[in-house]
């Protein structure tokens, strides 16, 4: 099981127990893209209407296909199929995923564990019923475009490929892993209401608890 570890203050510090994860490699500079009126989906080819920043991070999904998501914005949710804390906040991210999804948003669940073969992280997807695209990360790519740390971190990108957020999903789980029987605070779903309202974003990333996101097997 992935250790647990509780991300330094706000600021997008780096965890101590992992290493550097946030060099963005230039990835987030704007970026021309392509059409961004579909509200949702995730296709299995060429799709023009997916983000060009998106199209040369070559995502691709479970079974190896690529993942070629369509809308104004893109919540990627950095998962680890032996996390509790990733695991509990599933059936969060589900309602998040179809209230949000009308309101052009894009939810794609990212495996990071590098150790994991392609068949343990499709019947872990089928097992917990996520309602949205997955993909496969196992080579970090979205973890560096997001500097993202641990898991279930979120992060929140613009069709342009701007990041407007990267932090907890809420405070359920809390410092040292203590669990509240329902979230006090909803940073996640915070922000999404506020791009869907108009705000432009950024917002300020809040620290949260989970799983160390383990380095990348590298040849």
């Known amino acids: 099981m992935l250790p647990l570890i509780r991300p330094l203050a706000t600021g997008r510090a780096l965890l101590r127990t992992v290493a550097l994860h946030a060099a963005l490699l230039g990835l987030l500079s704007p970026l021309t893209r392509g059409d961004d009126s579909h509200a949702g989906g995730a296709g299995k080819g060429p799709d023009v ?18 993942l070629n998501p369509a809308g104004r914005w893109l919540v990627v949710v950095f998962l680890g199929q032996e996390c509790p804390v990733s695991n ?6 589900n309602k998040l995923a179809a209230e949000f999804a009308p309101r052009g948003f894009t ?7 590098p150790t994991a073969d392609l068949e343990a992280l499709r019947a872990h997807a089928a097992d ?3 309602g ?3 993909a496969d990360d196992r080579e970090h790519r979205l973890v560096r475009a997001a500097g993202a740390t641990f898991t279930p971190e979120a992060a929140v990108f613009s069709a342009a490929g701007a990041r407007l957020y990267a932090g907890r999903i ?12 329902a979230a006090a605070n909803q940073e996640l779903r915070r922000v999404l209401a506020a791009l869907a309202a108009g705000a432009p974003g950024p917002f300020e990333g809040i620290a949260g608890y989970g799983c160390a996101i383990p380095e990348a097997v590298r040849p």
Do not use: E, K, M, N
Not at 50 to 62: K, T
Not at 88 to 93: E, M, N, R, T
Not at 170 to 181: I, S, T
């Open 170 to 181: 809420d405070d359920r789980v809390g410092a040292f892993g203590a669990a509240r029987p």
């Open 88 to 93: 509990a906040s599933i059936p969060v991210l």
């Open 107 to 113: 939810f794609i669940g990212a495996y990071v564990d």
């Open 132 to 134: 949205f695209a997955t």
């Open 49 to 66: 209407s997916s983000p060009l920043w998106w199209r040369q991070l070559r995502v691709r999904d479970l079974r190896g296909s690529p």
């Open 128 to 130: 917990y019923a996520i």
